[in-house]
């Protein structure tokens, strides 16, 4: 229990606690996966009762790269920063909250199990599909289906007629969806974490001689 804590600490220490500018360059790492979820965001395609988009992809490499804290925090301030620039319906905090989760959830799963340990690369990117996988599955199941289809319930964006009917759109649009959005984790986040861990070494490095 005490170490699943000292993640939040961790991932807080990513940004405000680095000493030297790695910790200004985390902030703007995750500055930009933020703007890039924003333009990915732009290109949302609706239909129905569910859209289309692959958002995801950012907040799932904010929680990788920079843990549980930075993750919740940016999942909000991917919502609040969407709905001003795009903004549809009116806003609504527990959107906002269900955003802060979807981040928390890959923060929590994704966040230093993978390459910081002495298994080999082989072992490490297999650790990383399968987790990648479990966090995704979470995301689709917690976020997707459960939360925003009761929350669209609960302030009428959805017809309490068409409950099952939205349920079961979003179940077989995920269901599909899955099966591009598990290959692109695996093609894409092992890449972002090797840059990162590069970018991190580097600075760690200069650090370390600056000294």
Same mark, same amino acid.
């Given at each position: ?10 991932? *807080? ?6 000493? +030297? @500018?790695?910790?200004?360059? !985390? #902030? ?15 290109? @949302? ?5 569910? %859209? ?37 319906? +009116? ?8 955003? $802060?989760?979807?981040?928390?959830? /890959? +923060?929590?799963?994704? *966040?230093?199990? $993978?390459?910081?340990? !002495?298994? @080999?690369?082989?072992?490490? +990117? ?17 976020? !997707? #289906?459960?939360?925003? @289809?009761?929350?669209?319930? *609960? ?15 979003? #179940? ?23 840059? /990162?861990?590069?970018?991190? !070494? %580097? /600075? ?8």
């Amino acid at each position: 229990m005490k170490s699943f804590f000292h993640l939040f600490k961790l991932s *807080y220490d990513e940004v405000f606690g680095r000493k +030297g @500018t790695l910790g200004i360059v !985390n #902030l703007g790492i995750t500055a930009m996966l933020i703007a890039v979820s924003m333009i990915i965001e732009s290109m @949302t395609i609706e239909v129905a009762f569910f %859209k289309i988009n692959f958002a995801f992809l950012a907040i799932a490499a904010i929680g990788m790269l920079m843990g549980p804290t930075v993750g919740f925090f940016a999942g909000g301030l991917c919502d609040v920063v969407g709905f001003l620039v795009h903004p549809s319906q +009116g806003f609504l905090p527990v959107y906002v909250l269900i955003a $802060c989760l979807q981040g928390l959830i /890959y +923060g929590l799963v994704l *966040y230093r199990k $993978c390459g910081y340990d !002495n298994k @080999t690369e082989r072992e490490k +990117g297999v650790m990383l599909f399968v987790r990648l996988v479990i966090a995704r599955l979470l995301d689709v199941a917690i976020i !997707n #289906l459960l939360l925003n @289809t009761g929350a669209n319930l *609960y302030y009428g964006f959805i017809p309490a007629a068409s409950y099952s009917a939205a349920v079961s759109a979003r #179940l077989i649009k995920n269901l599909l969806e899955l099966a591009a959005d598990i290959p692109l984790l695996a093609v894409i986040m092992p890449v972002v974490l090797m840059v /990162y861990n590069r970018i991190a !070494n %580097k /600075y760690e490095k200069n650090r370390i001689e600056g000294l």
